[in-house]
């Protein structure tokens, strides 16, 4: 239980520096230009790589409980300690949904028993049926800080009201998938002159910017807090922007996918690149890409939505929506900021230190038993670490995923940089790439 890791760039939330670390009974005990190693310390020689906060993803379906067959809490967890993540918060849309403190106790437990630290988004309405509210006030007494109906997205407007309402006095943040039923209905794919090329029916930018542009009037009205999940257009962040220039407390993400594939992608119907909301156009990624560089983003996420091959395998339009994502998020993180340009404290903010502020995961909760994430890098702190290589070049394989799904778009795509170090809760999880 004792780490040294030597020579590496430490990444600090404003400033790098080379220097070792050392990690003692789940802390880091530490830092220094050339420490002494204790004995019987583990000793990592991580020169050229960086060093930071382990990577927190606020947006993981970990498919327990109902749909184990795609995806467990223990695979899920592996697949994310191989990605570099020390912290998942589980999304609600599981079979029973996560809409009560019976169901968020299970995930809670059975989160605990894995290497991360895995928390729980729980849902803003009973079932996620978009018609009466959930127990907001005792799932938040658990512990639950995030609360979302990801999949469809809240779509009466008065109950969203309410829900905000509620969350206010609470401390807590909902948080949206912004798509318009009424108008991304039937739709498998972006909406444009492709869509109508491939005979597919489209899922407009509109549907997505319209429920933008709704909820922020609400956080206007209410006061409420609100994050706006996997947004995908130009147009759906210059809203978020501007809001936030009005002073409303609204964040927001963005995926893998959206910064390093576009609709394209889906001309060869592959339904391994079929996602809501989907893959946009040229433009909207060459903005993402800009955005996520000049720091307009809060975070990375990576929507990881594992399904089972044979529901895949269907025709695009009947295909469910959704890919992996916690194995690759680093390296196409890497690469939507530029590769060999990439600052790496930008890079630590949106994969660690931004979602774990967004998700409340900055300091540690007994109650739900999670350590603190997104530090410093300083003696005292919870030892959640990821250490990157930018420097390795890799191929993805759909072969060597340690999830138990293989719906990924990214098998045979050459990649650049890679996690080699996990260590998570002050525990070894990952070494040289590979799973201890």
Known sequence: MTYLLRHGLLVGPDAVRVADVLVREGRIAEVGDTLDAPAGATVIDVEGCWV???????????????????????????????????????????????????????????????????????????????RHLAPLAEMAALGVRLFTDDGTGVQDPSLMRRALDYARPLGVRLAQHCEDEALAARGSMNEGVLSSRLGLVGRPALAEELMVMRDIELVRLTGAAMHFLHLSTARSLA?????????????????????????????????????????????????????????????????????????????????????????????????????????????????????????????????????????????????????????????????????????????GRPLRGRVTTTIAKGQLVVHEGKLQ
């Open 239 to 411: 809203l978020v922007s501007a809001a936030r220039r009005d002073g409303l407390d609204v964040t927001c993400e963005v995926t893998p996918h959206h910064l390093t594939l576009d609709e394209t992608a889906c001309a060869g119907f592959d339904a391994h690149f079929k996602v809501h909301p989907p893959l946009r156009g040229a433009d909207d990624v060459s903005a993402l890409r800009r955005s996520l560089r000049d720091g307009l983003f809060d975070a990375v996420a990576t929507d990881h939505a594992p399904h089972a091959p044979e529901l895949k395998d269907r025709a695009f339009d009947e295909a469910p929506a959704g890919m992996l994502g916690l194995e690759h998020a680093g390296a196409l993180t890497y690469e939507a900021l530029g590769s060999e340009q990439c600052d790496p404290v930008t890079f630590f903010a949106v994969l660690s230190r931004g979602p774990a502020r967004v998700a409340q995961l900055r300091a540690s909760d007994r109650r739900v038993r999670h350590s603190a994430h997104g530090g410093a890098l300083v003696a005292g702190e919870d030892a959640n670490l990821t250490v990157f290589d930018p420097r390795s070049e890799w191929t993805a394989r759909r072969d060597q995923l340690q999830s138990r799904a293989r719906n990924t778009p990214y098998d």
């Open 52 to 130: 930071g906060p382990g990577f927190v993803d606020l947006h993981s379906h970990l498919r327990e409980p109902g749909r184990e067959a795609a995806e467990n809490i223990e695979s899920g967890a592996r697949a994310g300690a191989v990605g570099g993540y020390c912290a998942l918060v589980a999304m609600p849309n599981t079979e029973p949904a996560l809409d009560n403190v019976a169901l968020v106790s299970y995930v809670l437990d059975k989160g605990a028993r894995t290497p991360l630290d895995v928390a729980v988004a729980g849902a803003i309405t009973q079932g996620r049926e978009g």
